[in-house]
Structure formats: C-alpha cells, structure tokens
C-alpha cells in the first residue's frame, strides 16, 4: 500500500508557475512508476505527466510539452510537477498517481495508488 498526499496547488496568474509536490508513504518509492493527471472542472481526467520508475523516460501531451516537467527524488520520495507558462485552461484537480510498473503510464486506469489532488487555478 501506498499513500500519497499532493500539495503546492493553489492560484496562479496566466504565465506565472507552480510547483506541486506529492509525498509518498508505504512501500518503496522507487518501485514505482509515476504521474500526474488533471480534472477540469464538468470533464473528465486527462494525462498531465509520467515518468518510469527508473526515471529514465518521461512523456506528455502536447498541451503540457515545453511547459510542464515531472521529476522525482526518491530520497525525499516525493514526486514533482513544475509547471511555467500557465494558462486558465490549467485549472483543474491535480493528481499524482503511483503504478508498480517499470515503462511510463499514460493511462489512468492502470496506475494503483492516488493522491487525494490538490486545486490549481489560474486567472486571466
């Protein structure tokens, strides 16, 4: 079992950044692929980033490439997203997520573990 617990939401001006942060606890971290998913508010959680457990290999949608970076440190097991450059359509729940696995996940339905999400909103 894995618990994870994001903070660093809060609200942005467009442009500005954020930097959010998901503490691990249980199991080895290092175990774990990881990533990052949103919910904007009346639709459906999307891909935000991954990274494999090695932390090798990371991926994005195109929305985020170039703005938003996932990182890792296993000694502080806590798992990161810095995000520039935001935009009002970066307002959402943010989630981290945790699958046993060793390839980066992009699909929600296969990561094991959640984050309760922390609320990020960005004005114009």
């Known amino acids: 079992q894995v618990q994870l617990v994001e903070s660093g939401g809060g609200l942005a001006q467009a442009g500005g950044s954020l930097r959010l942060s998901c503490a691990a606890y249980?199991?080895?971290?290092?175990?774990?692929?990881l990533g990052w998913f949103r919910q904007p508010p009346g639709k459906e959680r999307e891909f935000v980033a991954a990274m494999s457990r090695s932390g090798d290999s990371t991926d994005y949608p195109d929305s985020g490439k170039g703005r938003f970076t996932i990182s890792r440190d296993n000694a502080k097991v806590t798992v990161y997203l810095q995000m520039n450059s935001l935009k009002p359509e970066d307002t959402a729940v943010y989630y981290c997520?945790?699958?046993?696995?060793?390839?980066?996940?992009?699909?929600?339905?296969?990561?094991?573990?959640w984050g309760q999400g922390t609320q990020v909103t960005v004005s114009s």
């Open positions: 997520a945790a699958q046993c696995g060793d390839a980066v996940q992009l699909v929600s339905q296969l990561y094991d573990y």
């Open positions: 249980g199991r080895t971290f290092s175990k774990y692929a």
